[in-house]
């Protein structure tokens, strides 16, 4: 899928594959203590065991700017 066209998932719903972790959430202004990843696009908080997302955090340019 191009890039920007990732499907962007909402709140309860899961990332089950195509993510990246973000190992240093603190680095980027998050919480140090959240757990975070990157799917296509976005940035979104989600629940370390399920990965159900908690929180869309927002587009990754946002976040790196």
Do not use: C, F
């Not at 990965?51 to 587009?59: D, F, K, R, S, Y």
């Amino acid at each position: 899928m191009p890039p920007g066209h990732a499907k962007r998932y909402g709140i309860g719903e899961y990332i089950r594959d195509g993510y990246i972790r973000i190992d240093d959430p603190s680095r980027w202004g998050l919480r140090r203590d959240g757990y975070y990843v990157r799917a296509g696009d976005y940035v979104y908080e989600v629940n370390r065991e399920t990965h159900q997302v908690l929180n869309l955090i927002g587009a990754i340019a946002d976040i790196l700017n």
